[in-house]
């Protein structure tokens, strides 16, 4: 069968395509500005990717083309497959129908941390020889691929919120039907779907009426939202994690880079990993209770976490250039964006941190989050933010209390010349953006490898 996916180079669709020929169809695919790690994982593949989204790349008939959520009626490719009359489908109805229909689904939903909790969760099933199926919104670097499919009867999905299609307007994650789903917090986002907090928790109400009453709920137990979500009704037992809650941990070092695990008030193990920073510790505790209810001991699972290597673009390092290391993160919520600086800043004490930030979400665009972005960027040094020609609102004005800490510019070209007047050896550049910020990590690196005059 020839699959030809409309938005492959999203996070999602991206491996949906691997999953796709790991059950031995044929596969192309459209997309605009496709960046990596996809664009690179895709090229591996041998994928065959079309530059925008014409009528003519449909050219040789598709068996079924499986449309993105970012696709809407007015796009040509679209229309194209309406007037022709060809079968299509949503992604996530396609891998619910074709992936992980007769397995045990492990799906990790909420706001912040969902690739890194899936990773980790994968990984420790993984370690323990379960050898499972994934699909992660990111390259989890134990496995170097964003899915795989595998014999087991075990899949771990990153459980999205976004709507599925413009044909169907629910969650995605409604499609999954998971045995073992995770909570890890919930925040208003994704402004351009959602008109408030409520409108999420009731999709997250839907998600939680499809786990069965033999299934398991992990849930932060400190998050208020997901305790609202709960309220509303769940009939799986629940298992929470979180201080004082059934799972637990306490930090031995001051980074987070070591911790003890407590499960209903016993010890479970200590974790000693290259990852660091509270978010990270949650985020394991989540995984820990999941992978537990799929059979792995909690001294297996805390073992297995300390071989495990962070996701891409999660504080990824870059590279060092004159003493200074540039990393790149995905963060681009006010909440991901403070655990971030504050991870960072755990790790390298009083080193300088300089935060560079493109407000490219569509959340971020709309300026759902301008009242709280200056203090989530408190804890760095220094802070240069970019202002697309077509931001509605004042990023500058929405900083000003930063001082002369902070600066706005409107190109990358600006914020490569600052970076490279002001950078000095020792410092840290936290480059954050759910985009590829036009490639500024490397243009940064080699600028600062350049000969100084």
Not at 83 to 104: F, I
Not at 174 to 192: G, M, Q, S
Not at 260 to 283: F, K, S, T
Not at 286 to 313: E, M
Request: a negative charge.
């Amino acid at each position: 069968m020839h699959l030809h996916i409309a938005g492959i180079g999203g996070t999602f669709m991206a491996g949906l395509a691997l999953l796709a020929r790991a059950l031995g169809h044929r596969v192309s695919g459209s997309d605009r500005g496709v960046y990596p790690p996809m664009s690179t994982q895709l090229a591996e593949q041998g994928i065959a990717i079309y530059d925008g989204y014409e009528a003519a790349h449909l050219a040789d008939v598709p068996d079924c083309v499986v449309i993105g959520n970012a696709l809407s009626r007015g796009n040509p490719l679209v229309e194209a497959v309406l007037d022709r009359d060809l079968p299509y489908t949503s992604g996530a109805q396609w891998v619910a129908e074709k992936v992980l229909r007769d397995r045990w689904v492990l799906a990790v939903a909420g706001t912040h941390g969902k690739t890194t909790t899936a990773s980790m969760l994968a990984w420790i099933l993984e370690y323990t020889g379960l050898n499972p199926g994934f699909l992660i919104g990111g390259v989890p670097t134990n496995f170097g691929v964003s899915a795989r499919l595998t014999d087991s009867r075990f899949f771990v999905i990153e459980a999205d919120e976004y709507d599925t299609a413009f044909f169907d307007k629910r969650s995605k994650f409604v499609h999954y039907r998971p045995r073992t789903v995770l909570l890890n917090n919930l925040e208003y986002d994704h402004a351009d779907i959602f008109p408030d907090i409520d409108a999420i928790k009731r999709q997250f109400h839907h998600l939680l009426r499809t786990v069965p009453a033999t299934g398991r709920v992990i849930a932060n137990a400190l998050d208020k939202n997901i305790a609202d979500v709960l309220a509303m009704g769940c009939w799986t037992p629940i298992e929470r994690f979180g201080a004082g809650a059934q799972w637990s941990a306490e930090p031995t070092t001051a980074d987070g880079a070591q911790f003890r695990v407590q499960h209903n008030g016993q010890d479970a193990g200590a974790v000693r990993w290259e990852l660091y920073g509270a978010h990270n510790i949650d985020n394991a505790l989540a995984a820990l209770a999941a992978a537990v209810h799929a059979g792995v001991s909690p001294a297996t699972a805390t073992v297995a976490l300390g071989s495990f290597h962070n996701t891409k673009r999660r504080l990824e390092i870059c590279g060092t250039a004159r003493g200074i290391t540039v990393y790149d993160d995905f963060a681009h919520h006010p909440t991901a964006i403070r655990a971030t600086i504050t991870a960072l800043r755990a790790r390298v004490g009083r080193s300088r941190i300089v935060a560079v930030l493109e407000p490219r979400s569509n959340t971020m665009r709309l300026g759902v989050h301008q009242a709280t972005l200056a203090d989530s960027l408190r804890d760095a040094d220094r802070t240069l933010l970019l202002r697309p020609a077509d931001l509605g609102w004042d990023i500058a004005g929405a900083t000003a209390d930063l001082g002369e800490r902070a600066s706005t510019h409107d190109s990358v070209a600006a914020l490569l010349e600052i970076l490279r007047t002001e950078l000095r050896a020792g410092d840290h550049v936290l480059i954050m953006s759910n985009g590829s910020f036009d490639n500024l990590h490397a243009r940064l690196l080699q600028t600062l490898a350049e000969p100084q005059p």
